[in-house]
């Protein structure tokens, strides 16, 4: 009789626990589904405008949605795609310095990622739309290093050597050869 009264309150208890933990998986993967439906919707009605520029305050509440996802999601394979589209609309927004961050997180997180080498690539970008020549050679050397016959190896040559010139003079040179 004990050991019935046993196996019944073990039984009891491993049954109530086991559904918190069903509940708890459930939850998050309402919270998960929620999230990327007001994800799906925001993008939607970005794409549906006419206006090809970002609004700032809309590309501010898109970041902060993605962020959010990456934030309470880290381990989902959609991060590394969040984390590039944080990277294109703070750059859209003229956020650079927060655009490089994100770009930084995906190659470095995520270096066999698809979108690696590209984020990499938009981060030397942006770091010369910061007027910042030194880290962006730095970056467009990294990304030549890593990738070397990536898609953008050969662009980020380029990139290095308009950073050295100054963009008008490299144009100039290019124009010259023709």
Known sequence: MKYSLVFLSLFVLFACTNNGQTTSIHSEQNERDLLLAEI????????SSE???VDSMKGVGMIEKYQSFVTNFPEDGMVPELLFKCGELS???RDYWAATKYFNDLHLKYPDHPLAEQALFLQGVCFLDLGQSAYAVQTFEDLRQRFPDGSYSEMAGDMIEMAIMGEEEYYESKFEKE
Not at 40 to 47: G, L, S, V, Y
């Open 91 to 93: 750059s859209g927004i």
């Open 40 to 47: 799906n919707q925001m993008e939607a009605d970005h794409r």
């Open 51 to 53: 206006v090809l520029e």
